[in-house]
């Protein structure tokens, strides 16, 4: 049953109570007794009621700036979007050591699962390392009873925040009435909202999205979307039937800021879509003044992405190979052999690229079989090609 925030109140006016309860004792036990008695009692009560206004200013501002997490970032902030069999604690491990953006996000957590039998799938996929806060956790599905469920547990598992996956195109996806489905169901959309909120307790709740399913019909989704008091906003600039094939239609941002700012400019706004460099970051900062700007396939091409010390160029095909085994060295100690070994090697494309024989190189390496051969192709390469 949802009671979250009921549970906060009745603990802090638990609290009162017995404050009050041993003011009340104090006082009829001072009426009997005399100076220099009286006065130690008086210090003894006083030095309670100030642990006490202590101890709730602190819990209070604790709250106040987990609420607040989104609007206490810089502007603008950037953030490295979910993508699943990519985002892995693994993954965001190696980027929050050599270039973290301001926020990560875990791939998209399936909230049925969490509920059911194959929970431990699940909570792989909510990992979180401390080098890697702050982390986002994104979740998906159809009944808001499940998201309501899982977002009570996800306080505890250090996430700054949670994020509603109401974007993803996927026809399985869609079919169940989930992600990008429910543009076209507001009514499930808001009610998955407010049971994300009940059971988020204190954490933040945003939203990704597109700009519409079959067209860019954006400004009433928009709209509903804000009108939910949501903390943040990430607006995928393609419609559902666009994928990602299109270019991104940045020119919609400003009218969808348009919105924002009328309609919740409390709620801060996101961009994604195409964003390939930093300067690219800042040039639409200046175009159309968003909060923060989230970046996909950007890392694919250089995984120093959100490291401006960074010169792509400069990096030697040596440091990108040890970038590549170091990621190796992660996903070994931490899934072993039980983890999908196609997805890890799907990585080469983003550690080995731009330097003679880095596609053959590649191909080599599609064609391994197991960890240790992968990494003797890679030993191999740098005994016989790099000087
Ligand atoms: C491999 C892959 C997996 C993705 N998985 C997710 C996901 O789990 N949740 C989500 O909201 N979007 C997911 N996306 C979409 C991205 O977060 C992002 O919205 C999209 O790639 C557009 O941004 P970009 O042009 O910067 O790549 C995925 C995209 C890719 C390429």
């Not at 175009?287 to 890392?299: K, T």
């Amino acid at each position: 049953m949802r009671h979250s925030s009921l549970h906060r109140t009745t603990l802090f006016n638990f609290k009162c109570s017995t404050l009050y309860e041993s003011f009340y004792n104090w006082f009829s036990f001072a009426k009997h007794i005399e100076p220099p008695y009286l006065y130690a009692s008086i210090g003894l009560c006083s030095h309670k009621i100030f642990i006490f206004t202590l101890q709730s200013s602190l819990e209070y501002s604790k709250i106040a700036s987990m609420k607040q997490f989104w609007q206490q970032l810089p502007k603008p902030f950037t953030i490295l979007a979910p993508m699943d069999g990519v985002t892995d604690v693994v993954f965001r491990q190696v980027v929050s050591e050599i270039g973290k953006p301001h926020v990560l996000v875990t791939e998209f957590a399936m909230t049925d699962g969490f509920v059911s039998a194959g929970k431990e799938r699940i909570l792989e996929r909510l990992l979180i390392e401390p080098a890697q806060k702050p982390v986002i956790a994104q979740i998906w599905g159809a009944n808001p009873e499940h998201f309501f469920q899982m977002s009570k547990e996800l306080p505890a598992l250090g996430f700054a925040g949670i994020d509603i996956n109401m974007g993803c195109p996927d026809r399985t996806v869609i079919k169940g009435g989930a992600c990008s489905a429910l543009i076209k169901n507001h009514r499930l959309a808001g009610e998955i909202i407010q049971a994300v909120k009940e059971g988020a307790g204190d954490l933040p709740v945003s939203v990704k999205t597109r700009i519409g399913f079959d067209r860019a019909n954006y400004e009433e989704w928009v709209t509903f979307l804000l009108e939910q008091k949501i903390d943040a906003l990430t607006v995928h600039l393609r419609t559902v039937k666009e994928l990602s094939k299109v270019p991104a239609h940045w020119e919609l941002m400003p009218s969808i800021k348009k919105i924002r700012d009328e309609v919740a400019p409390e709620t801060m706004l996101m961009g994604n879509g195409d964003i390939m460099s930093m300067s690219e970051i800042r040039e639409k900062f200046e175009a159309c003044a968003i909060d923060g700007f989230m970046v996909g396939r950007g890392i694919f091409s250089n995984p120093w992405f959100f490291n401006e010390d960074i010169k792509l160029d400069k990096i030697s095909i040596q440091e990108k190979i040890d970038l590549f085994q170091h990621h190796i060295d992660l996903f070994k100690a931490r899934w072993g052999g039980t983890k999908n070994f196609a997805n890890l090697k799907k990585f080469a494309k983003t550690y080995l690229n731009n330097f003679p024989e880095s596609s053959k190189l590649r191909e080599d390496l599609m064609l391994s079989k197991s960890i240790d051969e992968l990494q003797y192709i890679l030993r191999n390469f740098l005994l016989h090609s790099v000087k």
